[in-house]
């Protein structure tokens, strides 16, 4: 993110395993758990051209994302047949809007966002190197409103074991980062020894875990 070469040299080369086909079905399983309604001002950060987007739009009447990428933002538009309205914000960010949905592309940290009442992260934090992840959670808490809740996605491993991104994101460090909120962990899904990290990359452990984080 502060290497913004890193994340363009992925998406112009098309190296973005990190990227999922399909809406994300911890998405779909724990969304009901933010107490959503269709008014609700909905934040996903760092977003790539995720599927997830289209469905939080079928949901929600303000969906907004921010993605580093303009590769990434002009894919999602154009595989989804969507014709955006493209603005220029200071010449350092540009805002495709359709519809429900508004996609800053340029820097999380200084994209001119609202605040929003659910920010949703699958892929954001773990993202970001340790020595970021402080300052993304202050923006984070930053831009949620009060009564704000945010569904968080991490990954568990040894991070000696593998280098990242993804990241390595434990449970103590969410509690450090969002301590002052209300934390619920709802879901902790342990791989199996044939999953590709455990057979073929040989880690220890590799967990997704999901948590709910209320203001």
Not at 19 to 34: Q, R, S
Not at 88 to 114: K, M
Not at 169 to 195: C, P, S
Request: contains cysteine.
């Amino acid at each position: 993110m502060r290497d913004p070469e890193f994340w363009h040299g992925k998406w112009a080369s098309n190296r973005i395993g990190f990227h999922l086909e399909d809406v994300n079905p911890l998405l779909i399983e724990y969304w009901k758990k933010t107490n959503p309604n269709y008014e609700d001002k909905v934040l996903v950060p760092l977003c790539g051209k995720s599927e997830d987007l289209v469905w939080l739009a079928s949901k929600h009447e303000d969906v907004q994302g921010v993605e580093l990428s303009k590769i990434a933002v002009r894919a999602f538009f154009a595989e989804h047949f969507y014709t955006p309205m493209v603005t220029s914000i200071n010449g350092q960010h540009e805002l495709y809007q359709f519809d429900e949905l508004s996609i800053y592309a340029g820097d999380f940290f200084t994209a001119p966002v609202q605040s929003a009442d659910i920010i949703y992260d699958r892929a954001a934090l773990v993202a970001l190197p340790e020595e970021m992840r402080a300052e993304y959670a202050l923006r984070i808490k930053s831009l949620l409103n009060p009564g704000g809740r945010i569904l968080l996605v991490t990954l568990d491993y040894v991070q000696e074991e593998m280098a990242g991104p993804p990241f390595s994101v434990t449970e103590q460090e969410v509690n450090r980062l969002f301590g002052e909120y209300k934390i619920t962990k709802l879901n902790r899904d342990e791989a199996g020894e044939n999953h590709p990290k455990i057979a073929q990359k040989g880690l220890t452990r590799f967990a997704e875990e999901v948590y709910l984080i209320e203001s």
